[in-house]
């Protein structure tokens, strides 16, 4: 079964707040370095695509 663009929305904001959780918590603690500034662009990534495709189930749930 396919994942409808609004569960993959939710899970991708979801693990994009972990990620972001993580990197405070690691650049407070250990300062900036690869391992936190990559945690940062994980994050950004998810948040990104959770954000594109809860706003695409929107879109398509108007066209319908």
Same mark, same amino acid.
């Given at each position: 079964?396919?994942?409808?663009?609004?569960?993959?929305?939710?899970?991708?904001? &979801?693990?994009? *707040?972990?990620?972001?959780? %993580? +990197? %405070?918590?690691? %650049?407070?603690?250990?300062?900036?370095?690869?391992?936190? %500034? *990559?945690?940062?662009?994980? +994050?950004?990534i998810? *948040?990104?695509?959770?954000?594109?495709? &809860? *706003?695409?189930?929107?879109?398509?749930?108007?066209?319908?």
């Amino acid at each position: 079964m396919r994942p409808t663009p609004l569960s993959s929305g939710i899970l991708y904001t &979801i693990l994009g *707040l972990l990620f972001t959780f %993580v +990197a %405070v918590r690691h %650049v407070g603690e250990y300062g900036w370095g690869f391992f936190g %500034v *990559l945690i940062i662009f994980i +994050a950004t990534i998810d *948040l990104g695509a959770g954000i594109r495709n &809860i *706003l695409l189930h929107f879109k398509l749930k108007k066209s319908m």
